[in-house]
Structures are given as structure tokens and as C-alpha cells.
């Protein structure tokens, strides 16, 4: 018999009836030999507890994957509830993907008041002229397309500790390269209470590798096609950076290491001055081809909101570049600023303090150490399809002079 979770922890009789019951998943709890579940279908506050043994995949249950359970109710051990689902099958009718590692999906804004990353490389929205707005201004301040969700997801990690977004970000930079569009994806994610580098880099490694074997396993076909007619020996390329740990060296280093090749480039590398594509595609090289965390740079050279490392004439922050054979730059990411005096200070120096007092709040009340990062996602198609031009990963490339179609 199929029972609402109502009816089967109302069930009077608990001698071995079997039955079917759906639900979404609300804990999962793993032991040794069972595997304990709570699941709800909204017809009880109460969820009912599924005993599985640890045969079952705790992998696929996930919070919030939607079950059907087949099994026997039968009367619990536990002083906590009367009947509990001793489970005969398990069927995962839809899976619940991106909470598989705990991280909640957060829409955040495409229209926006701030410069996340404080570099004016903003597109303003207005309407069109044609529109009578009664004020002077439709949203009273200047707003624009977003340039990155990341400071309304530190709002988010404040509630749920692990979130993320993907979505457009938009950035009018006058740039003809072969890795810039006016109009990108971008995924990002921001994560309370981590405190080094370290552990963001852990989180960056493991996002870059899991969702390539993914793409490896569910559209074989479609990228060895890609790899066979544009990028040959590419697989082999991407094996080696998936066997491999990535390296991570200093902003530092990374500077002593272009000074001794500095004949190979057209920039001149120098400490306190921004890599450029060509110093990031050597650093790769050098690194035998295997992507390279390039971390701690000037404190100069990066947004407001990155994190004070305090170390003498040479000043840093925590700041974390991904470096990628064939593209450079993949990842950007930091740990925030979360001490109020220490931010208080950077923002009056750049003259945002009026702006950001919503942000300042979040140091204000109940602060948390944390950090994040965001991955450009036609890079990342660029990275592991081996194509060597950003327009040629997207049907229709935004860049400047170009916005006909
Ligand atoms: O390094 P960026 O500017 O970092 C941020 O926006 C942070 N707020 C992210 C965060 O911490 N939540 O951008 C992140 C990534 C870059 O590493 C690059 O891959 C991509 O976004 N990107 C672009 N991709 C294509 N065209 C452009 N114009 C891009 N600008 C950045
Ligand atoms: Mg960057």
C-alpha cells in the first residue's frame, strides 16, 4: 500500500506490513551498518525515520533528493518515535545535486548598485529615454549590470554558511583578447568560517576536478568530437591536470621566477604590478602544465574587500589565483576582509565608505572569518575543450564593437 508519512507513522498495525512511502530527504545519518533517514512529504510536521542498511549509497541520498521507499513498518527501538521504514529499496526519483556538498543555490541580483571588484569597469542601466521616470533617477542612485554576485552571497553565507550562484556578470572592459567578453557566466561560491587559504583552494581543486570527470563521463561523445577536430592530444592534457595536486606558489615567487625569463615577454615582470596573460601562460608552463594556485598578492592591486595578511613593507593579501594551461587566470578568489577596523579603513581609502555601510554591518554583527571565489565558466569550456579564442565557447560573443545579433 502507498501511505502519506501522516498515515504510516499513524499505522496501528507494525507487524511486518509493507508498504510505499515518498518524500523529500531531511537528514541523512550514516553508520557503520545502517543508515539512518528522515523523510517528509508535507502531510506531518513530525518526518518518519527510514532504517536502511549500509548497503545503500549514502551518496546519492542526499538532503533534499526526492524518495520512493519500499520496505516493512515496524515497530521502532527508539523511545523517539512509535514506527519506523525498515527499507527493502530505495528509488531516487529526483536527485538533489548542488547540496551534495552542503552548498545552498543563491539567485543574486544582475541589476546592482555596487563595484564589487572596484575597477569601474561598470555598464550603467537607465531607461530608455523614452520612459517618464518622476524622479530624476529610476532606482535613486546609479545602477548597473553586475560585475560579480560576490558580496550579496557573503550576505547569503551569513545565513546558510555555504552558498552559491551562476549566473551572467557583465564587464566593459575594452579588451580584444582571447579571453574577455563584455557578457561571461561566472560560478561562485563563498563559504563561512574557513580561515587559510588552504582550505578555499581545496574547495577550488576539488570543484575544477569533479565537474570535469562529470563532463568527461556525461558527454564523452561530444567532447572527443571537440578534442579530435580542434585540440588533439587535449585528453592527455586534461588527465594529467586531474592526476595531479596543484602547485601553489607565491605572488612572490611567481614574480622572482618571470624576472629570470624576462626576455621571453613583452611586459617586464615586476613586483607590485599585475601578471599578464603572457606571465600567467609561462607560470603554467613552467609548472610542467599542471594548473598553479599563485597566491598573496600586493594589497594594492586587489579589491577592498580582500583580506589584510599585515606582513611588513611588502604588503599582501590573502588573495588566490588559479592559473590554467592554455587560458592563465580561471579562478579569482580571496578570504574577505572580516575585521570591521581593518575594512572600515580600506573602504574610507577608496573613498566607499557611504555606500557600503550594509556591508561594514555584516562586521558589525555576529562577523565569521570566511572566503570565496568565482571561476569564469567560457574559460573553464576554453580550459578543458583546448580552444584557444573565449568567442568561439559561446554562440554569441559580446565584446567591444560587437552586439549586432
Ligand atoms: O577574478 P575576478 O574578477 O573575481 C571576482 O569577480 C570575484 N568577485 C569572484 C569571487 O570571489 N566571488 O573574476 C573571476 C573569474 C576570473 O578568474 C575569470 O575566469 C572570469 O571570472 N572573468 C572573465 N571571463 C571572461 N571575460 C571576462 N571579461 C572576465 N573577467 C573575469
Ligand atoms: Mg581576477
Redesign the pocket.
Known sequence: ARLSVRDALGARSTNGERVKVQGWIRSVRSQKEVLFLHINDGSSLESLQVVADSSFDSRELAFGSSVEVQGQLVKSPSKKQNVELKAEKIEIVGNCDAKDSGFVHIHTPIITSND??GAGELFQVEPSSKIKVPEENFFNVPAFLT??G?LH?EVMSGAFTQVFTFGPTF?A?NSQSR???AE?Y?V?AEISFVESLQDLMQVMEGLFKTATMMVLSNCTEDVELCHKFIAPGQKDRLEHMLKNNFLIISYTEAVEILKKASQNFTFTPEWGVDLHTEHEKYLVKHCGNIPVFVINYPLALKPFYMRDNEDGPQHTVAAV?LLVPGVG??????LREERYHFLEQRLARSGLTEAYQWYLDLRRFGSVPHG?????F??YLQCILGIDN?KDVIPFPRFTHSCVL
Do not use: A, K, T, W
Not at 587566470?329 to 580571496?334: I, V
Open positions: 564589487c571588484e560585475v560579480s560576490q552571497l564587464r572592459e579571453r574577455h567578453l561571461f561566472m561562485e589565483d587566470e580561471l579562478f579569482g578568489g580571496s570565496g571565489f568565482g571561476m569564469g567560457e574559460r573565449i
